[in-house]
């Protein structure tokens, strides 16, 4: 069975930086695509980034590019999703996902799905 769960959420300033990590479990780490979603209230969900098996490729939304980062510790079966100059609007429920190519998440989609964690940005 796979779990994804997340974890590092929680409240944050304006301008600040958060890390949250995504534990993997029952799925063979390294041939999946990692990525996270997230949803605000009221707002349809929306992919935020992605990185591959290997770590050689990435892939962001444009609305973080620059401002977030994300990667993986293949050994520890774990993927991060660091945020810096965080704003009000990156204020959501994030999703760790897993994929088993990058075309599921350019659908909007994912095959696995974790619990989410919130994340409120404060201004």
């Known amino acids: 069975q796979v779990q994804l769960a997340e974890s590092g959420g929680g409240l944050v300033q304006a301008g600040g930086s958060l890390r949250v990590s995504c534990a993997a479990s029952?799925?063979?780490?390294?041939?999946?695509?990692m990525g996270w979603f997230r949803q605000a209230p009221g707002k349809e969900r929306e992919f935020v980034a992605a990185?591959?098996?290997?770590?050689?490729?990435?892939y962001y939304a444009d609305s973080v590019k620059g401002r977030f980062t994300i990667s993986r510790d293949n050994p520890k079966n774990t993927a991060y999703l660091q945020m810096n100059s965080l704003k009000a609007e990156d204020t959501a429920m994030y999703y760790c996902?897993?994929?088993?190519?990058?075309?599921?998440?350019?659908?909007?989609?994912?095959?696995?799905w974790g619990k989410g964690t919130l994340i409120t940005v404060s201004s």
């Open positions: 996902t897993a994929a088993r190519t990058i075309m599921t998440f350019r659908r909007g989609g994912a095959d696995y």
């Open positions: 990185i591959s098996g290997l770590a050689t490729t990435t």
């Open positions: 029952g799925l063979t780490f390294t041939s999946n695509v």
